[in-house]
């Protein structure tokens, strides 16, 4: 169920990672992907981050682990999150809809 703004207003902070965090049209099929590659990332990042001798406590889980990884995540899938929009544009256009022997698009070159 989708939670409104106000209940998220008063929960702070919060780390997005998958499908939650990627705003992905299914055209190009790499949601799944980039959702396993999140999770690979940041229990790579707890693991380095919060090591029984760390100051994560103190310091923080997002200043420890969080920050470096939205920072990671966002600079990785943002080429996968540009190609799914085109891939949607391209596939809800008329090109796809003309006839041809060719392959989508070439038609129009």
């Excluded at 949601?31 to 380095?48: E, F, K, P, T, Y």
């Excluded at 470096?68 to 995540?73: D, I, P, Q, T, V």
């Amino acid at each position: 169920a989708l939670l409104s703004a106000d209940v998220l207003a008063d929960m702070g902070p919060m780390t997005l990672l998958g499908d939650a965090a990627h705003p992905m049209s299914p055209f190009k099929g790499q949601g799944a992907n980039q959702a396993l590659l999140d999770a690979l990332s940041l229990a790579r990042m707890i693991v380095r981050g919060c090591h029984p001798r760390s100051n994560w406590r103190e310091a923080g889980l997002r200043s420890r682990v969080l920050s470096e990884y939205e920072a990671e995540m966002l600079e990785r899938s943002a080429i996968k999150v540009q190609d799914s929009a085109a891939a949607a544009d391209f596939l809800h256009s008329e090109v796809v809809l003309h006839q041809s022997d060719q392959p989508r698009g070439r038609c129009l070159k």
